[in-house]
């Protein structure tokens, strides 16, 4: 797994952190959400966020749990790297003002 892609997840993890505290704002929602999508594009192969746009929405649902089920299975191969990654995204949301 790149950095990155790493990255990524950390900042989708930290935006979950603030959801679970307080409302997010619409511009956070819509950034929170464009990570996530990024998040599970980058466990199917091919596809990106180019190739995603020009999909049906059939193909853009099948290929939005095809990504959860890799992001999901990802974490169960990596415990110890998911839980790194969540505690540092919830260490990191610590202090941020609302």
């Known amino acids: 797994m790149s950095p990155e892609t790493l990255a990524i997840i950390g900042a989708y993890l930290m935006c ?20 996530y999508l990024e998040v599970k594009l980058g466990f199917v192969p091919d596809v990106g966020i180019h190739e995603y746009q020009l999909m049906s929405a ?12 890799g ?16 505690t540092i995204a919830e260490l990191l949301s610590i202090g941020r003002p609302d």
């Open 16 to 35: 979950s952190e603030a959801a679970e505290v307080r409302m997010l704002d619409a511009s956070e929602v819509e950034v929170c959400t464009a990570l």
């Open 71 to 86: 992001y999901v299975a990802w974490r169960a191969s990596n415990p110890d790297l998911a839980t790194e990654t969540e």
């Open 58 to 69: 059939i193909e853009r649902a099948e290929t939005n749990q095809q990504g959860y089920e």
